[in-house]
């Protein structure tokens, strides 16, 4: 049903009835006003649509337009030459398509939104004014009127007759201002009819005149269209008649590869791996080498075939002479050594199987090697890094890996000094030693065979990490920033013999095994660290400085496993020396208080004078483990026979530890506050079984006591408190992080290093 008609002559009147007439003539107003609203939003977004469409179709055109196909021959076809050029007459199609699209686009502008605009902001806008005026008069008339008739009669007469002139004045503005907002409504109500509309069927005719278009294009490409479809038919039919033939002749090459082989110039080409010599030791690259025997000329294109590109300059060379490498001389397999007449030196080559090496020496008219029946100048049963010392740790990481990976306390927990000595002396027989056996007997104990491979790298002449380098290593694990002493020791452990970084690369790639197994056999890299730093990177001279740089070694451990594939396999980037990375350290740590990990955390009482040159030797080595291996076998055995003894030289470290008899010294990485390298070995949320033996002074059995700080602590974590010696922390108790307290100063609860304090 329609609106009802507003009559002027009931302006005057002003009813009921014609106010409920009014508002709905009102709301008819407010819901065009909104949907006009909404459709303005909806085409602006379709224009915004259109254009990126336009776009996305335009940038597809450009892509059709830029690919040019290449067939195989030197020669195309008809058919071809059309299918070629189809794709840039498909982008000259879908542009010309575009170029109408984007006229249609502005002109929506023009002819939809602008009007639709214009319509609602003069019109539907104007009868919003108009209506606030007559509300704003309808509330004058009506307070004047009512003002008007609360007049006394007993007024002046000339009073009475100023009010009612007045209030005609405001009847006769209300009635005018009504007749207007009427006049108004309605005319809107009428002028949408046409000027709403219109707009619309403006907007489609332009839609029509862009799909017209595309019909005429279509239309003048329907020629071209029917050439392409027959030549791409042709073209299937040609390579549905070639396929068999292709196919069968693969069959041929896949059967008997040597016989349909190319002839080439060469003799012999193909991949060999070249070593190459770096600063800080060698590398193996590989080269598509090819060799001419008339010429005697050998050319090396070092090439990466899953990168696809060549790493480096072309090589030429003139053989000089081949032979082929001794098995025993080269960890590598398949290598052969090239003499050259142009280039000094030996070009060590490794081919891809023995196979392949036979017939490059073929090629190369090589020889075999002059074997020397002289012994070995080593004496038998010295550990040194050759080939038995590399067989022996092999099979040590084989057997820990294969049988023993998860046991708790691994390498921490140490096995019967007989039986050790034992099994390394089977290890080191020359006649055992050569056998293909990679296996240990399962005879042997996990800890016999940790402890036998953590002494045979005792035994060395020297340290695996060297003495002339154990400074440096000092030096570096001191440095302030992390990634610098990644950096430094990188640099270092490239610096190494060759044998001594394969024996440590062997070794930390076990080690990091062993760690990612922490869940169940408890050695973290912070305990891998405490067991294995004095035994890699042990001092030359037994010394009280030397004693206090034990947890830089362990420090020094724990970066090698965490970051030994990029440390191993990876050449080290030019670095400062560590002058100048020290002096920066020093002018940056005179500025601040020193923190938790410059602060001395555990002293050692030497051995005396008088006792054994060889028991001093193995003091360093030996002192860490078996003061925690003790504790660890009665924590893990508390309830079974006890353990063998261990060696005498094992027990000559004495621990001075302030007011804590029976608590193990615990010392907090500076590289990982939660991350000690002295752990604990049960898990943090599980309970701690305890000794028979153990004395109720440990702290972890004596929660919620108050402490003495011992030393002063800077904070280096938000979890951590600071605090100068001689501060005193209540609510002390075990926190979740091995060597770690949680106690309160000042009202605020944090973390504190457990041996800088005592229990008060």
Not at 82 to 99: G, M, P, W
Not at 422 to 442: N, Y
Request: aromatic fraction near 8%.
């Amino acid at each position: 049903m329609g609106l009802p008609a507003l009559e002027f002559s009931e302006c005057c009147l002003d009813s009921p009835q014609f106010r409920e007439r009014l508002r709905s003539h009102e709301a008819e107003l407010e819901k065009t006003n909104k949907f006009i609203k909404e459709l303005i939003k909806d085409g602006k977004s379709l224009v915004a649509a259109l254009k990126n469409l336009s776009a996305a179709k335009r940038k597809f055109a450009d892509s059709l337009n830029e690919f040019k196909f290449r067939c195989i021959g030197d020669a195309e076809t008809d058919d071809e030459i059309c299918i070629a050029k189809s794709l840039q007459e498909f982008a000259t199609v879908l542009r010309n398509l575009e170029d109408e699209r984007m006229r249609m686009i502005e002109n929506a502008s023009e002819v939809l939104i602008t009007p639709l605009e214009k319509f609602r902001k003069e019109q539907i806008g104007a009868a919003k004014d108009a209506k606030k005026k007559y509300d704003k008069e309808t509330e004058k008339y009506c307070g004047v009127l009512e003002k008007h008739l609360n007049l006394s009669s007993k007024k002046k007469e000339s009073q009475l007759q100023e009010a009612d002139s007045q209030v005609d004045l405001v009847r006769q503005h209300f009635y005018e201002v009504s007749l207007e907002y009427v006049f108004k409504v309605q005319e809107v109500q009428e002028r949408k009819m046409f000027e709403f509309v219109e707009p619309l069927l403006a907007f489609l005719q332009g839609l029509f005149t862009f799909y017209h278009h595309g019909y005429e294009l279509a239309k003048d490409f329907s020629d071209f269209k029917t050439e392409l479809t027959i030549s791409i038919q042709n073209t299937r039919n040609r390579f549905e008649g070639t396929r068999s033939e292709v196919e069968s002749l693969m069959k041929k090459m896949k059967e008997n590869p040597h016989e349909h082989k190319n002839i080439s110039p060469y003799t012999m080409e193909g991949y060999l791996y070249v070593q190459e010599k770096r600063h800080f030791g060698t590398s193996w690259v590989k080269h598509y080498c090819t060799y001419q025997r008339e010429s005697k000329r050998i050319t090396m294109v070092p090439f990466d075939q899953k990168s696809g590109g060549k790493g480096g300059e072309d090589e030429a060379v003139i053989l000089k002479s081949c032979t082929r490498r001794k098995t025993d001389s080269i960890e590598k397999r398949f290598c052969f050594d090239v003499e050259a007449v142009d280039r000094p030196g030996v070009i060590t080559m490794q081919a891809l199987s023995e196979e392949d090496r036979r017939l490059w020496m073929e090629a190369m008219d090589g020889r075999e090697p002059v074997y020397n029946s002289n012994k070995d100048n080593q004496s038998e049963g010295t550990a040194q890094l050759d080939n038995i010392g590399f067989s022996i740790i092999k099979k040590c990481i084989h057997a820990v890996e294969t049988r023993g990976i998860n046991e708790q306390g691994l390498y921490r927990i140490v096995g019967v000094n007989s039986r050790v000595q034992k099994l390394l002396s089977i290890l080191m027989d020359p006649k055992t030693a050569t056998e293909t056996e990679t296996e240990i007997c399962a005879e042997w104990e996990i800890k016999t065979i940790t402890s036998a491979l953590k002494t045979y790298l005792r035994m060395l002449p020297g340290p695996l990490m060297m003495y002339q380098f154990q400074r440096s290593f000092i030096k570096a694990a001191k440095l302030e920033n992390q990634e610098s002493r990644v950096s430094e020791i990188h640099s270092l452990v490239h610096r190494l013999p060759e044998k001594n970084r394969q024996m440590l690369h062997l070794l930390m790639n076990h080690l990091a095994k062993v760690a990612n197994n922490h869940k169940q056999n408890l050695m973290t890299v912070a305990n891998l660290g405490v067991v294995f730093g004095p035994t890699l990177l042990r001092p030359q001279e037994e010394t009280v400085a030397a004693i206090m740089d034990i947890k830089f070694q362990n420090i020094v451990i724990e970066i090698l496993i965490e970051n030994h594939e990029k440390i191993f396999n990876t050449v080290p980037e030019a670095l400062p020396s560590n002058s100048q990375l020290l002096l920066s350290r020093k002018k940056s740590t005179d500025s601040k208080p020193p923190s938790c990990s410059e602060r001395p955390l555990t002293l050692f009482h030497t051995a005396q004078p008088n006792e054994q040159q060889e028991n001093r030797n193995s003091l360093i080595n030996s002192s860490l483990e078996s003061v925690i291996s003790s504790n660890v076998n009665s924590f893990l055995n508390s309830n079974s026979a006890p353990q063998p003894s261990l060696n005498s030289s094992d027990l000559e470290l004495e621990v001075i530890k302030p007011n804590r008899p029976n608590s193990l010294p615990q010392n907090p990485s500076p590289t990982s506050p939660l991350s000690p390298s002295w752990p604990m070995f049960s898990a943090p949320s599980s309970p701690m079984p305890t000794s028979s033996t153990s004395s109720d002074s440990s702290p972890i059995s004596s929660p919620l006591r108050k402490a003495r700080a011992l030393y002063a602590c800077k904070a280096e974590h938000d979890s951590e408190l600071s605090f100068t010696a001689g501060t005193v922390f209540d609510n002390v108790h075990p926190s979740q992080e091995p060597g770690w307290l949680e106690g309160t100063l000042n009202g605020k609860t944090g973390l504190i290093p457990e041996n800088y304090v005592e229990f008060l």
